[in-house]
């Protein structure tokens, strides 16, 4: 047996013999009782909302990571704004019809069911909205990243994430660098103080364009939008949001929280629909005269990276660094790591947290992250330097209420009543004047 493989076998014994309880690496994790769930070997019960392309994978690394944790799991509902998108997940894992809650208050219906853990992988407006009705239902939660797309939606995902640490519910978030062993290494060397304490860096996601779809003569101005979320800046954040994020989330987890402002730019050179950005640049300012610069694009024909580099007092440290030591706590399963397969991972760890007592609440973390990627959205499409105690500082006499109420619309709430006005196609914002 390969060293890697006997790691893993030996945490999954672990696990499965209930012999130690451990707590994950992240500074968010706490042991605490967690009342609902306790028993060995049992099933749980677990729906989704939002059944597209990341829904139903992150459902399927669901029952996965249950398997090798040495639970069940059985899909007991399914919520989707449309049918066309549930009926798939439906027939692979038998939801029941009554199960399936369609529209877009359909997730009302599915919380008031006796479901135990809820996946959320709609576009990201819809996010806070979701998740604080999950957490007041009583539900443990994986939403998948970002987890907002402006200030007042990410402050609200951190009051829902006291909620659920009040009620015991765990929470993750999807974006699972953090639940990756190079990633949790490169840390844990970090706080070490391998490279000493961080000067600078630069953490960038530049690559192709994503999907587009034409729009047909019968949809609605909802439908157009949520067929197509990933060009409006209203449902995704834009890019340095939706995307950058992963990224964004690594520089506050190394650098031990946000930056104090960002000023940066960015623009569109190729889109022809929706209203967001083909690229940004954003110089994120920490205190002590350090500077991280972030970057991200989405063009087609241009080279492409996804990195983190930190430089520090002593040395250059990279976030991925694989195939190094075994940071994982005791008792924690193991699947047998790739980068793939952290996607599996994030899950065995929210139904550890879940089953084990090893309490995980990843609200505040990821929603910090979102609120830094907005952060830097708000200073390239205005041209102004913004500060983060003016978006997220509650005193009316510290924050600026055009940044700290800024809403994104049409909101999420407006998708239910069907109050929804597309924006137009091509119109972006502009920093600055015309000089
Ligand atoms: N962690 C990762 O690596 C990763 C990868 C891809 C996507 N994502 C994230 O996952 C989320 C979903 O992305 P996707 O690629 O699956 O998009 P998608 O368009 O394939 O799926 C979104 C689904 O949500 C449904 N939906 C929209 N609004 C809804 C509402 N209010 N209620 C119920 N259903 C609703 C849509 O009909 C659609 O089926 C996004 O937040 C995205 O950023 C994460």
Redesign the pocket.
């Known amino acids: 047996m390969s060293e890697k493989r006997e790691r893993a076998s030996t945490s999954r014994r672990a696990f499965i013999q209930g012999a130690v309880t451990g707590t994950l690496a992240a500074g968010s994790l706490l042991t605490l009782p967690v009342p609902s769930i306790a028993q060995e070997r049992r099933t749980i019960k677990s729906a989704l909302?939002?059944?597209?392309?990341?829904?139903v994978g992150a459902l399927g690394n669901h029952v996965e990571a249950a398997k090798y944790a040495g639970l069940d799991v059985k899909v007991v509902g399914l919520?989707?704004?449309?049918g066309d998108?549930a009926s798939r997940p439906a027939r692979q894992y038998g939801v029941e019809e009554n199960r399936i809650f369609l529209g877009?208050d359909?997730?009302k219906k599915l919380l008031e069911t006796d479901v135990e853990v809820i996946l959320m992988?709609?576009?990201?407006a819809?996010?806070p909205m979701h998740f604080e009705a999950a957490i007041k239902a009583g539900k443990h939660v994986f939403f998948?990243?970002?987890v907002g797309v402006d200030p007042p939606g990410c402050r609200n995902v951190m009051e829902a994430g006291r909620l659920a640490k009040e009620k015991g519910l765990c929470v993750v978030a999807?974006?699972?660098r953090r639940h990756s062993r190079g990633y949790r290494e490169t840390k844990r060397a970090l706080d070490e103080g391998a490279i000493g304490k961080i000067r600078g860096g630069s953490i960038y996601w530049c690559g192709g364009a994503l999907w587009r779809r034409e729009r047909d003569a019968g949809w609605s101005d909802a439908d157009y939008m949520?067929r197509n979320?990933v060009s409006f800046a209203e449902l995704?954040g834009d890019h340095i949001v939706?995307?950058h994020v992963?990224n964004i989330d690594i520089m506050q987890w190394y650098m031990g929280g946000p930056p104090t402002s960002a000023l940066g730019f960015g623009l569109r050179a190729r889109r022809k629909t929706g209203d967001q950005y083909d690229f940004f640049s954003i110089d994120f300012e920490y205190p002590e005269g350090v500077h991280i610069h972030s970057m991200c694009r989405q063009v087609n024909g241009t080279d492409g990276g996804v990195y983190e580099h930190l430089v520090g007092e002593k040395g250059i440290a990279r976030g991925l660094k694989p195939k190094d030591g075994q940071v994982f706590p005791q008792g924690c399963p193991e699947y047998p790591h790739d980068r793939e397969k952290d996607?599996v991972q994030e899950h065995i760890d929210l139904l550890h947290g879940i089953t084990k007592g090893a309490y995980v609440n990843e609200a505040e973390q990821v929603a910090t992250s979102t609120a830094i990627a907005v952060m830097g959205r708000i200073s390239a499409y205005t041209g102004k330097r913004i500060e983060w105690k003016h978006m997220m500082d509650p005193d009316p006499k510290v924050h600026k209420p055009e940044v700290y109420g800024l809403t994104m619309r049409p909101t999420?709430a407006d998708?239910e009543t069907g109050e929804v006005k597309a924006p137009p196609d091509d119109v972006v914002p502009l920093p600055g004047q015309p000089g």
């Open positions: 909302i939002g059944c597209g392309g990341r829904g919520c989707d704004a449309y998108r877009f359909g997730y992988a709609t576009p990201p819809f996010r998948e990243k970002p999807g974006t699972q949520i979320w995704s939706e995307q992963h996607y999420a998708f």
